[in-house]
T-cell receptor, first 113, second 115 residues
Framework: LAKTTQPISMDSYEGQEVNITCSHNNIATNDYITWYQQFPSQGPRFIIQ???TKVTNEVASLFIPADRKSSTLSLPRVSLSDTAVYYCLVGDPLEAPYNKLIFGAGTRLAVHP | KAGVTQTPRYLIKTRGQQVTLSCSPI?????VSWYQQTPGQGLQFLFE???????NKGNFPGRFSGRQFSNSRSEMNVSTLELGDSALYLCASSPRTDSYNSPLHFGNGTRLTVT
């Protein structure tokens, strides 16, 4: 599984757009990029997943450049409730072992009033 | 559709005791994984079960074990508890076999405190 590097922490204010970048220089051809969000004392929650270019859903966008060595999670107009830890994961869906996700330290996002 | 349910939510045990944690996956999900989360080590993979078979195991001592029942419900057991076993234990389920590409659905965990 490719190693990922994310900022340890970020601060923002309500209403701003937040971009969290994840570096994965050793990403392999079959690897997908997945982001999870975790609130204190809760399990991680799937946010978004992509392979290349741009993916958007109701909560976030994921930007992946052509070389795929990094990806950026974009959260539009954050609110206090977006304060959480965000994890970037990279892996091949067909590579055993199954379900053995390797979580890094994540990025602790603090949204201020 | 109900989410992943973990019981109990909180548990306090003393060193040397054993503990059993339970996880009910989302209906139809056949894969169940377990993770340990601590402030120092972050989220670490324990093991994964599919169709009552352990398919993969993380780097934890043999005191940590698990099983899965025919209805996909899973339990994990920790014997001879140590203070360092204090953690949030998370269970996640997934519907697919090649499920890395299929996002995991996590429960809210069991907070185990060993005194």
């Amino acid at each position: 599984l490719a190693k990922t590097t994310q900022p340890i922490s970020m601060d923002s204010y309500e209403g701003q757009e937040v971009n969290i970048t994840c570096s994965h220089n050793n990403i392999a051809t079959n690897d997908y990029i997945t982001w999870y969000q975790q609130f204190p004392s809760q399990g991680p929650r799937f946010i978004i997943q992509g392979y290349k270019t741009k993916v958007t859903n109701e909560v976030a966008s994921l930007f992946i450049p052509a070389d795929r060595k990094s990806s950026t999670l974009s959260l539009p107009r954050v609110s206090l409730s977006d304060t959480a830890v965000y994890y970037c994961l990279v892996g091949d869906p067909l590579e055993a072992p199954y379900n053995k996700l390797i979580f890094g330290a994540g990025t602790r996002l603090a949204v201020h009033p | 559709k109900a989410g992943v349910t973990q019981t109990p939510r909180y548990l306090i045990k003393t060193r040397g005791q054993q503990v059993t944690l339970s996880c009910s996956p989302i209906s139809g999900h056949r894969s169940v994984s377990w993770y340990q989360q601590t402030p120092g080590q972050g989220l670490q993979f324990l093991f994964e079960y599919f169709s009552e078979t352990q398919r993969n195991k993380g780097n934890f001592p043999g005191r940590f074990s698990g099983r899965q029942f025919s209805n996909s419900r899973s339990e994990m057991n920790v014997s001879t508890l140590e203070l360092g076993d204090s953690a949030l234990y998370l269970c996640a389920s997934s519907p697919r076999t090649d499920s890395y590409n299929s996002p995991l659905h996590f429960g809210n965990g069991t907070r185990l405190t060993v005194t």
